[in-house]
């Protein structure tokens, strides 16, 4: 019975700790863009078929991240990366 209560004891002292590691650290990454592809097939009158992806022609495609980290005393760090 000892040991049923111990291994209780330690379940519940591992479940709160993750709980409060949790709550005290809070981070997030936001993965973001646009694509603008389309892919492009073409035959000639020879009977050349030509496939292909391409730029779209409205919008640049583009990809990005967002982060921030809660470093503590009420602290936010925040970051961005976009590519050109």
Same mark, same amino acid.
């Given at each position: 019975?000892?040991?049923? %209560?111990?291994?209780?004891?330690?379940?519940?002292?591992?479940?709160?700790?993750?709980?409060?590691? %949790?709550?005290?650290?809070?981070?997030?990454?936001?993965?973001?863009?646009?694509?603008?592809?389309?892919?492009?097939?073409?035959?000639?009158?020879? !009977?050349?078929?030509?496939?292909?992806?391409?730029?779209?022609?409205?919008?640049?495609?583009?990809? !990005?991240?967002?982060?921030?980290?809660?470093? !503590?005393?009420?602290?936010?760090?925040?970051?961005?990366?976009?590519?050109?």
């Amino acid at each position: 019975m000892k040991l049923n %209560q111990t291994a209780v004891a330690a379940t519940l002292m591992c479940a709160c700790a993750g709980a409060f590691a %949790q709550a005290a650290a809070t981070s997030s990454v936001t993965l973001y863009g646009t694509i603008d592809q389309y892919l492009n097939y073409m035959s000639s009158s020879s !009977g050349a078929k030509i496939k292909s992806v391409s730029d779209g022609a409205f919008l640049r495609s583009r990809i !990005g991240l967002k982060g921030t980290e809660d470093i !503590g005393g009420g602290m936010a760090s925040s970051s961005s990366w976009k590519a050109p």
